[in-house]
């Protein structure tokens, strides 16, 4: 039980600095450092996501089934394998008409990368729901 009010806690402190940064950027504008700090706070709370669901899960699969540490490793593979995949299809080209402050060629490379993860995590959602429909129509057909 203790575990679970620190994980409440810890997401209500994570939100409430989330939206005081959002506020923010709103009254400065999102003008210059503003952008790159709210960036950096995201790439913190997707590595603290990231880290914890690995954490918890090795820590939590290893107590209840250590064989399942094998399936977490996979799945970790597959997710860096996607990530690889986002990457390399990503072009990392300007924007079209955009006509401020020169961006660095590894900033449009991640933020194409992003964009192409979230196409591919978004279809295949799509794709997960329309194939979980048609199987419980044919399940509840027999």
Known sequence: MKL?????????????????????GFSKGFEGNTVDILLYWTYAMLGIALFSWVVVGLVVG???DPKSLVKIGIVILGVAALC???????????????TGPAVSAGTL????SILNLIYIVGGAAILAIVVGEVRMAIASKK
């Open 62 to 64: 290893a107590k209840n």
């Open 84 to 98: 690889l995949v986002a990457w390399v299809l990503a072009k990392g080209d300007p924007a079209v008409g955009y």
């Open 109 to 112: 490379k991640l933020t194409d």
């Open 4 to 24: 679970n009010k620190v994980f409440k806690w810890g997401m209500v402190a994570l939100i409430i600095v989330s939206v005081a940064l959002l506020i923010w």
